[in-house]
């Protein structure tokens, strides 16, 4: 199983970036995928999935800026984020999930200056 993630890179606040990962090896649309934030010397904490039927689950603090969207044909979920924040600065994972099995991704940075 290989979740290879891309995007990320460094913006001003309020500015928008997006993150875009693909699974292989997986059967991809019977999974959870989701997207992880682990800002430095804190815990890493979900921001956004979607489950197999498309049903979506946000951060509060994300709410309204960021959305997530899948793509089981190209075996892709992506992430676009807008009116970025200091506070939004992370390693970004991608992650896969069913059957109580995690699967993670390498991070992304993402760098939000204010």
């Known amino acids: 199983v290989q979740l290879q993630a891309s995007g990320g890179g460094s913006v001003q606040a309020g500015g928008s970036l997006a993150l875009s990962c693909r699974g292989h090896g997986i059967l991809f649309m019977r999974y959870t995928m989701g997207w992880f934030r682990q800002a430095p010397g804190e815990q890493r904490t979900l921001v956004a999935r979607?489950?197999?039927?498309?049903?979506?689950t946000y951060a509060d603090s994300v709410t309204g800026r960021f959305t997530i969207t899948r793509d089981n044909a190209e075996n892709t979920v992506s992430l676009q984020m807008n009116d970025l924040k200091p506070e939004d600065t992370g390693h970004y994972y991608c992650n896969a999930y069913l059957n109580r099995i995690n699967h993670w991704g390498k991070g992304t940075l993402v760098t939000v200056s204010s």
């Open positions: 979607t489950t197999v039927t498309g049903t979506t």
